[in-house]
Nanobody, 118 residues
């Protein structure tokens, strides 16, 4: 069964940290571009970060640069988003996505809520 399961959301105070995980089953993340997106209440979804193992590249939106770190563990088939120095404006539902355009395969996690209080 093909799944992409998220975990790690929660409620924290301004300045604290959380680590989100997204674990794949049924496919290998090593050949996919994996990204994290978020959607705050009443707002459009936005891309937060992504990692492309094949290209060895990462991307971060400007507002999270220096605070968030994306990484992958092939042995665990898991991608992580380490979020440090969290701010109230980071409050959103976070989704992970695995994309392989050549294979036309796309997987989404179920979403996990991150709430940052001031």
């Amino acid at each position: 069964q093909l799944q992409f399961v998220e975990s790690g959301g929660g409620s924290v105070q301004d300045g604290e940290s959380l680590r989100l995980s997204c674990t794949a089953s049924g496919f290998s993340i090593d050949i996919y571009t994996v990204g994290w997106f978020r959607q705050a209440s009443g707002k459009e979804p936005e891309g937060v970060s992504c990692i492309s193992p094949n290209e060895g590249t990462t991307y971060y939106r400007d507002s999270v640069k220096g605070r968030f770190t994306i990484s992958g563990d092939g042995a665990k088939n898991t991608v992580y988003l380490q979020m440090d120095s969290l701010k109230p404006e980071d409050t959103a539902v976070y989704f992970c996505n695995a994309r392989h355009d050549a294979l036309r395969r796309y997987y989404w996690g179920q979403g996990t809520l991150v709430t940052v209080s001031s």
